[in-house]
């Protein structure tokens, strides 16, 4: 078939598989056997022809097989352009002006500069632990470990490292003017209902937290700017919207802790809504 199929590669030849053999072709079938054969249409034998009978019937299969399968090919060709077309061109419109990618763009563009992620680097490094018991980082990590496993999600440390500094500041006794209390600003109907009776105990505080952020993070099926922003506004306002809510305020949260989570887990600039 020489070079007919080898843009298909593997493909192709399994393709080759199921049509007619063109020495079966060739070999026409064997017409000795009677019609009424219940086996005759489902196991044609092929009959051993010699001389122009052979070489008229391979004049009139052989070339008919092969055109079929370029008509074939030529119109699978066809079809898998049109839908890269189309793929390209959705791409394309979703990717250009100054609103390119929507919410994704923003967040880019905050780790889109090796000067900014440098800084958000050093922020990082003064994560302040001073005001919480001795160990409490790696209490921190085998929480949200445990968090994830119970609730079979992926809630990395590092975001729930994020999620306090902006919430308190790794201040255990933080308390907000809307009555949010504690190392992760728990509202108190909110901390009742996941079990936490003294969120100023840091202890109880994180538990409820990671738990409440977990909840989240599968209610919206990993989605983690969708997460956090039902932790900031409720999960109800994410639904009505059916997106990050356009609230200034929860923008700018959702923005901030991704900058810091994703320059704590030193990612490039990439699509970060998933």
């Avoid at 009139?60 to 090919?73: A, E, H, K, T, V």
């Avoid at 919480?132 to 975001?159: C, M, N, W, Y």
């Avoid at 209390?181 to 079990?195: H, I, R, V």
């Amino acid at each position: 078939m020489g070079n007919i199929f080898q843009p298909f590669g593997l493909w192709s030849s399994r393709f080759l598989d199921y049509l007619p053999s063109p020495i079966w072709l060739s070999q026409g079938l064997n017409t000795s056997r009677s019609k009424g054969d219940p086996d005759f249409a489902c196991h044609p034998e092929p009959f051993r022809a010699s001389g122009s009978a052979h070489q008229d019937a391979e004049r009139l299969f052989l070339p008919m097989s092969i055109d079929f399968i370029q008509q074939r090919i030529a119109q699978i060709d066809h079809y898998l352009s049109q839908i890269d077309n189309k793929f390209r061109a959705k791409f394309d419109s979703t990717n250009q002006g100054p609103n390119k990618g929507g919410f994704a763009n923003l967040l880019q563009n905050t780790i889109s500069s090796q000067e900014a992620k440098l800084e958000v680097k050093a922020r990082i490094s003064t994560d302040d632990y001073s005001k919480l018991p001795k160990g409490f980082e790696q209490h921190i990590d085998q929480v949200s470990a445990e968090a994830s496993t119970r609730h079979g999600i992926e809630l990395p440390s590092s975001l729930v490292k994020s999620v306090i500094k902006q919430e308190s500041g790794f201040n255990p006794a933080a308390r907000s003017h809307a009555g949010a209390e504690g190392l992760m600003q728990l509202m108190p109907a909110t901390a009742k209902g996941l079990g936490v009776y003294n969120p100023m105990n840091a202890y109880q505080n994180l538990k409820g937290g990671v738990t409440y952020l977990a909840q989240m993070i599968r209610r919206f099926d990993g989605n983690i700017q969708k997460a956090l922003a039902a932790y900031n506004a409720g999960p109800e306002a994410v639904e009505r919207h059916g997106d990050i809510p356009p609230y200034k305020e929860t923008q700018n949260y959702v923005s901030s802790i991704m900058k810091d989570f994703l320059a704590r887990e030193d990612y490039q600039p990439v699509d970060m809504v998933g």
